[in-house]
């Protein structure tokens, strides 16, 4: 017992102590970031998210195969921590039982049931490893770029504690001191295997199975401290300190000693964006630490998907590369502003002359080499460059993202991917001025028109031309308020107002209203665009000036109820606005004509008696979560509903989103081409969408496509249009 006790004690104190030293690294590290503002607050529902997504391992589970190996690999951990404990009695007093529950046999049988439970996950796992294989598939693989040898290290490691585990249970039964008599099934079995080597070697074996369990455990706690499993740790936290209910939707104002940038008088040490990785702060940090490499995100991305640079797992990895690389300047420096201060320059000298160099490399940029075409085979797999100028992440992984929130839903650890990318572009617009060319006309039509496309503010009226009721307009008859009679102000938008497909959407609600007798009132040519497009291309100041803008007008005239057609003024609206002090009660035209169906005042009349198909729209479904009422309006109208293989949450992006609508599109094949060719596969004479944006791109995509004699016939149409053809007679 003192040779097995010694042993034991040395082992541990000898690997915890370099996980010790480790860990506070990282937890030194995590603590260099600079502060990020909200991260602890409502506690209540925290704690709920730490029991749904971590111990219920929900996000896991919307994949079910991989979900339930992980189920079974996590819980498997958190009741083997018991035998764990049992292993270190058992190193002093040949007998131990955990005080109180240690001799229960349902303990034994839990503690062998979810051994062989993790045995089961390892070997899913493996078999999920094997047919994603990168090797055969290459990027079509989730795994593709993600570190497969030190996966299938943790594989090894899990079936050793198993095996360990099994051998000095087994040992311990033979040996007359296993705690529990009955129960532990596996334990009884291997037991029975062990018997006929004798008492004498099982005494032995009993020890050694011992000592390899301990040992077995520490070194994959130092494996895990070292690797990309330092999700094990890092994801709790994560999940724990992420945005609440989720990243979706808003994206977060730029932030100064816990407050919102004033861009009318900005201070002069005021960090725009994240141009650096010491610009990112300790949950940026966090979040690297938490990836899991696991490649949802990567397989659901529209941009990698159509052989595009960017993937959202990829840029994790060289985030955390690059912090876990420039670390020895981020911990002297403590959070100061790369490039400003002593402290700066006391950091540098501190450093070694190859992490001075990798500080001083450029953030953001073209790698060398990268004129790319559509058709030129774009395979750049996302890792770290190397090279003092050599920038650290390619601009076209930057400017490729459609900020469709595909990766933030998917990703099972709360990563915000889409905040990153956002910082990034302002840092580039806003501070470096390095953006594609098309950009500086979406900026310029903004500022100056008040909407993307330049159109004159005098002719958003045009369209109320082209009915033939009347639509109120705010101002016309003097008022200083939205009279108490409207039931909504409707917001147009500059699409709706503009755009000629959009236009018709336009028309089909208002008439729709009409026919339900909804009061709704426009502002004319007093609306403006609301900023998305500015803000999701970086320029966060052109979007505060539109959203005081207009959160000063629609509180002066007293609005509170609002419905829009684009999904992108819902989001703006709805959940950025009240970041400016404006708060309304803001809808969605599928929602409220969805309500009025039920309620009786809209009824269609006679059956769209074909077969059609919904197209998602990101910005409506994921980052709003509004996935019903559009179905429920295509259903009343009669029409045979079919659904796209990807669809709700896994929709597929139209391509038109962070700006990307505005943005030529130079690098492998189209996304709006990829999703159309999806809607066309159903068989659907109608394809129906509920956005704008999504109804150019997806018109575009049919028209190029029945041009190559593909799709003949098939129509893409605004859920209103459907539904205003079945309502009238």
Not at 32 to 44: E, F, L, Q, W, Y
Not at 48 to 54: F, L, P, R, S
Request: negative net charge.
């Amino acid at each position: 017992m003192l040779l097995r006790a010694v042993v034991g004690v040395l082992l541990t104190v000898v690997i915890l102590a370099l996980a010790g030293k480790r860990g506070w690294f990282l937890f030194s590290l995590g603590r260099a970031g600079k502060p990020a503002v909200g991260r602890t607050k409502d506690a209540p529902r925290r704690v709920q998210a730490e029991a749904i997504e971590v111990l219920g391992q929900k996000k896991l589970l919307k994949w079910t195969i991989p979900g339930l190996a992980h189920v079974f690999a996590f819980w498997g951990f958190l009741v083997l921590s018991l035998t764990i404990l049992e292993a270190y009695g058992a190193l002093f007093i040949a007998d131990f039982a955990v005080p109180v529950i240690g001799t229960w046999p349902i303990v034994g049988f839990l503690e062998d049931l979810f051994g062989v439970l993790v045995f089961v996950g390892i070997v899913i796992f493996a078999a999920l490893r094997l047919t994603n294989n990168p090797a055969t598939h290459g990027r079509d693989s989730r795994f593709f770029g993600s570190h497969t040898r030190g996966a299938w290290l943790i594989l090894f490691m899990i079936f050793n504690v198993v095996w360990t585990l099994f051998l000095y249970r087994g040992a311990q039964i033979n040996t007359g001191v296993f705690p529990f008599k009955s129960g532990a099934f596996a334990s009884e079995w291997t037991a029975s295997l062990l018997a006929p080597l004798g008492e004498g070697a099982n005494e032995w074996l009993e020890t050694i199975g011992i000592w390899l369990q301990i040992g077995v455990v520490l070194v994959f706690l130092l494996i895990v401290l070292h690797s990309k499993h330092l999700h094990i740790g890092a994801a709790p936290i994560n999940v724990y300190t992420s945005r609440r209910p989720d990243a979706l939707g808003p994206l977060l104002p730029i932030m100064y000693k816990g407050e919102p940038v004033n861009f009318e008088d900005p201070p002069d040490d005021a960090t725009f964006g994240k141009g650096h990785i010491g610009d990112f702060t300790w949950k940026n940090y966090v979040d690297f630490m938490a990836c899991t490499e696991c490649g949802r995100c990567q397989s659901q991305c529209p941009a990698w998907n159509t052989g595009k640079p960017l993937s959202p797992k990829l840029l994790m990895m060289n985030l955390r590369d690059t912090m876990f690389t420039q670390a020895p300047y981020l911990l002297a420096a403590n959070g100061e502003h790369p490039g400003l201060g002593e402290l700066h320059e006391q950091a540098l000298a501190s450093v070694s002359a190859e992490v001075r160099a990798e500080v001083e490399r450029p953030f953001i940029g073209a790698r060398a080499g990268s004129e790319h075409s559509a058709d030129d085979g774009y395979t750049f797999d996302g890792h770290r460059t190397t090279g003092a100028d050599l920038p650290i992440i390619d601009e076209d992984v930057l400017w490729s993202c459609t900020m469709c929130g595909a990766c933030v839903n998917q990703c099972p650890v709360d990563i915000e991917h889409i905040d990153h990318i956002a910082d990034m572009r302002r840092n580039q617009v806003m501070i470096a001025t390095e953006f594609p060319s098309e950009l500086n006309g979406l900026f310029k039509n903004i500022e100056s028109k008040g909407n993307p496309w330049g159109m004159n503010a005098g002719d958003r009226n045009n369209w109320i031309s082209e009915v033939d009721f009347e639509v109120r307009v705010f101002g016309a008859n003097g008022e200083e308020s939205i009279p108490e009679d409207v039931d909504y102000l409707f917001w147009v938008g500059c699409a709706g107002a503009f755009e000629d497909r959009a236009k018709r959407t336009t028309k089909a609600v208002a008439e729709l209203f009409n026919i339900a007798g909804v009061n709704f009132m426009v502002l004319g040519d007093g609306e403006t665009c609301t900023g998305d497009p500015a803000r999701r291309a970086g320029n966060e100041f052109l979007f505060q000036m539109q959203g005081m803008q207009n959160v000063e007008m629609l509180n002066e005239i007293k609005a509170t109820k609002i419905v829009v057609t684009c999904p992108h003024c819902l989001n703006t609206l709805n959940r950025e606005y009240p970041q400016l002090g404006g708060n309304y009660e803001v809808v969605h035209h599928t929602q409220l004509l969805n309500d009025l169906v039920k309620a009786g005042r809209l009824t269609p009349v006679k059956s769209v008696s074909e077969k059609v198909t919904y197209h998602d729209p990101c910005y409506l479904g994921r980052h709003n979560n509004v996935y019903v009422p559009p179905r429920d309006l295509i259903e009343a109208t009669g029409a045979d509903k079919v659904e796209m293989e990807r669809r709700g949450e896994k929709s597929f992006c139209c391509g038109a989103g962070g700006a990307r609508m505005w943005m030529e599109e130079k690098i492998g094949t189209q996304v709006n081409k990829n999703r159309g060719d999806e809607a066309i596969a159903t068989g659907a004479s109608k394809i129906a969408v509920a956005c704008p944006f999504c109804s150019v791109m997806l018109n575009d995509a049919v028209t190029s496509r029945q041009q190559e004699g593909i799709g003949e016939g098939i129509e893409v149409v605004d859920v209103a249009t459907l539904l205003l053809a079945a309502a009238k007679s």
